[in-house]
């Protein structure tokens, strides 16, 4: 077989100049790729990302970003001011959090369990049924979700009477109200979160399987030992990425499934930040809040990125 | 693959299809009924008397539909920019996903790219700033004001280059060796080892762009060339009451077997690619074609 | 001028003079904001004048409520080619959108971006914003300049509150869209065919409400032996302005104004919700919730969700606006045989009349981008709407009578007189007893073509509906009739759009409201936490909110 120009990539070489030139020529092909991304990142990402400025003034839109009055952080003490302000934060991690990470746990059972199926019609028709909800809005399941929860006569709690359980006013009490916001959308989300697993799952090397079936592991051991592992990378990575919405609860689930009496337990920054908009023009507010979340999410992804690298020695991007 | 046949396993199987069934019909259910109601009286719709079958069965809103020349060319727009918009967005993600799965002792620039693109995950300008940026590219009132902005998603970047990573290594070394360049390699042996991760990352763009609405209804001035969803969501609001000058304008107000018949024939086609592309996820064609 | 003044004496049969004197202001334009130095000199004004060459003029549409056919659309209709022909102002659409709230959100972007239209339409809010930027222009002069006679008789029409709510600091910004403020006015919808069954009379006082309430509750007022009925609609906001069956016609009955600013004895704007005639009314609500009259989980049902039970015949009373058989209860006659709603004047706590709540005037506000090269094309095209519409009315951009297509919602700068509604009651009426309908206008036909073809089939929705609002036997506009004709409201205090604190702490001040009225209902808290709210509501800036209110109004 005839050599071509390139070197064996992955071969460790000191670097005098003609190795770097070499290596600068062999990686020109991964330069040439990356550039569009670069590109249209920088005019639709880092352009607009001007705007951050926002949150540091009073904006004034014919005067636009240069010409604005500055007033520090003013907007972000405003937010900080706000009476609620620590039940509404406390609401929306606690709501944003439970999503993460419930709603990952059953997104993978779910997969494992399909895993499981024999069947491949049953296995299609399922994943196609449980993937159809992500595809509904919050505002036709929020009419449909009054009914099925009402205590008079609401579908769930007949069932729960079944039982002998009391009716339970899933979206007036504030014990329940966050609990039946999770639970639905986990009930919304799980099917479409399945996809990506199923995907990872395919990439498993069946023939680690059968190994392990000569070694005598059953099912359940080698779910452990092989199929785990084998999505592991892809759990960590989207568990990471998810960290990135622990301060985005879900506005339209709870603007159209809230009411005053659940205000205490389900009032989020989100919902928080559109009733002032309704009383002014407040762009610095909404931007101030908005870095916020940016802010800490990402120093919540760089700290979990550098203990995974740590830990694990494996950079997840 | 590899099947024990023993008691617990027949006990598992029984467990496991009932509740994954329960779970489906669960799921099923609110479409059942967003189908009642599109076939049903608007009166009887009104009285929230509809549950899971149609009450007093007409095709009214169908019809009504039907004959809307509107729905028919959202429709149009809406499957070109799906169509073009995830050709672009799968094309853009493989091409930076590829140089960005190489290690950085082999590929310096990586962390720098890496990094370049994260932080516009993390940190966004903003709804208006967004609108002057595009407005200025003169981009207002074109198709590609949907699609240019979302073309790179950092996200399935991310996605793409996990599972590059964990194509085996000696794939690679061994092309390099019959003589391939990185082009070749991408396309040739990495794209179709992919699949899978190819085809969940098209059925999100896809889902992505049509599901799309905002964005319609911000960048393109006229409801003609809006896609299906803005069509639809700006269709289905609570009519502004205050706005009115004349009772007698309000007897245009669509009835809400409409609207829910609009959603369900929106809804479908989206509904239609995910089975169709189920086949790209069956197990072991991975791993076996890499072994042959 | 000839017409106008005829709306105006059409407006009551009974009793023209006092509904003259109460909602007709003396004289035209006397509040304005006059800068009379300037006006004096200058040349006669044509207020109809056309533009030779014509001007172009862009504008943002919205085509909800509209209709179109195969001569128009939103882009080239018969109201474009008029501003044309007629005015030479070419018309323009830099954007259009099929709804108001598409409208709102894309406005809003507009706004921020500073890249708005030469004439548009905007909120209170919008207004506000658009001022302090300095993107829109000073009407003041232009208006009294150009502002025809006729026109300023409208604006009139509501003792200039309008034209208030559209000035700061002395200065006029905008043309108001002056809305049918009766709208606002409420009253009890109560279904007749239950009253009859359980041979109830119609209630005068709350007390008999309750009452009414307990027997549609209890008694199997749609006789299927099954207790699955409910008293009183109530929803998730409790008090809501327009377009959802609040309360809020309740708490006036008791001389209480939750949500509204209203002036008080000694002549002060206060905010209704902190008053002390809200604890009866709170109490009367929570007395209903206990004995299960409104429906347990109202706290979480939206106005849909009432609405339906309304339609499904299983609610026997809402306090409800003339509107509300259009968008709340019209499917009641075809799903339940012989159901019947009337309408009837807000009962009272002492059985004397109550005073109902009647709203702004200005709806939205018609404003003139900065650096529009003719500002008073603006006042012109009001001039036009008015004109056309009201004084020598021109019907080919009114309505095609074949085909019933509106024409007149195309025009890009238009408003209804505050009492058009109430006009056309009346002619209905006196066209339905005498027969004739010679002399009645083009919409009032219409309107008794469609009574007629109701009472040929009782389950005509549309026929149905214009009798309840306009037709006779008590209908809305009966009770509108009787409010306005007896003086038998009260005014909104509030003619500025927000204050500085407002803007800050009000929708805190709202969540804090709301909160303390559900919890008080529902029985969580005593009446007690109203005092309670009353402090805190002072303290967390509703003291500051009302200071400054009164000394911007």
Redesign the interface.
Known sequence: ????D?D???T?QEGNDEMKSN?WKR?L???L??I???I??F??????????A?AFQK???????FGSEWVGFANFV?MIN???IYDVVRNTVLIAMSKIVLGQFVAIM?AL???????RR?V?????????????SW??????L??VL???GGIVNQLLGVFGIEPI?F??SNSWFPITLIASDI?KEF?FST??Y??????????L??AA?IDGA??WKQTLHITLPGIG??VV?LAL?SL?NVLNAGFEQVFM?Y???V??SG?IIDT?VY??G??????GV??AV??FK?VI??VL?IISYRLVYKIANYR?? | MVEPNSLSRKLFHAANYSIMIALSLFCLLPFIHIWAISFSDSAAVNGGLVKLWPVDFNLDAYSYILGDSKFGSAFWISLQRTVLGTLINVLLCVLVAYPLSKESTHFPARSVYVWYFMLTMLIGGGLVPNYMAIKAYGLIDSLWALILPGAVSVYFIVLMLNFFRGLPRELEESAFVDGAGHWTILFKIYMPLSLPSIATISLFAMVGHWNAWFDGLLYLNRPENYPLQTFLQTIITQPDMSKLHDVSQMMNVTTRNVKTAQIFVGMLPILLVYPFLQRFFIKGIVVGSVKG | MLAVTLTLSACSTSNTSSNGESVSPPATGQNNPVNGESSAADETIDPLGKYDPPIDLSVVRSTEWLTFDDENTIDDNIWYDAYLRDLGIKVSNMWTVPSGEAFQSKLNVSISSNDIPDLLSVNAIQLKTLVEAGMIEDLTEIYEKYASEDLKEIMGQDNNQAIHASSFDGKMYAIPALTPAIGTLKMLWIRQDWLDKLKLQPPQTTEEVLQIARAFTNDDPDGNNKKDTYGLSVNKDITSMWNAPGVDGLFQGFGAYPGSWIQDSSGKVVYGSILPEMKPALQMLNQMYKEGLIDKEFGVQDSTKVFESLNAGKTGMFYGDFASPIYANKDTILNVDGAVWNAYPLPSVDGTPANAYLGSTASSFFVVKKGYKNPEAAVKLANYWVHTQYVDVDRSLGQNAETGVAYYPYAILSFSPPLIHLTQHNEVVKALQSGDTSTISEDSQIKIESIKAYRENPKDVGGWLTDRIFGEGHSAMEVVASYLDNQLYVNNALNVPTTPTMSEKMSTLNKMEITMMTRIIMGDVGIEEFDKFVQDWNRQGGEQITKEVNEMN
């Open positions: 077989m005839l050599r071509g390139f064996p990539p992955y460790l290596r990686n092909p991964l330069h790729m990356i569009p991304g670069v249209l990142i005019l639709f990402a880092y352009i607009p990302m001007g705007g951050i926002m904006f004034i839109p014919n005067r636009g970003l405003y706000m009476p609620d779910a369990l399909l895993n499981e199926m024999r069947n049953v299609r028709t399922v994943q196609t049924l449980i993937y159809m909800p992500h595809f509904l505002v036709i399941l929020g009419g449909i009054v009914d009402s205590t008079n006013f979206l007036g009930w099917g996809i990506i199923l995907a990872a799952l395919t990439s498993i090397n069946p023939t399987y059968e079936y059953n099912r990378p892809i990575l990425l990135g499934l009411s005053p009496q205000y205490r009032d928080m009733r002032i309704f009383q002014d023009f407040q762009y909404s931007t908005n870095l940016s999410s990402m992804i997840i991007f």
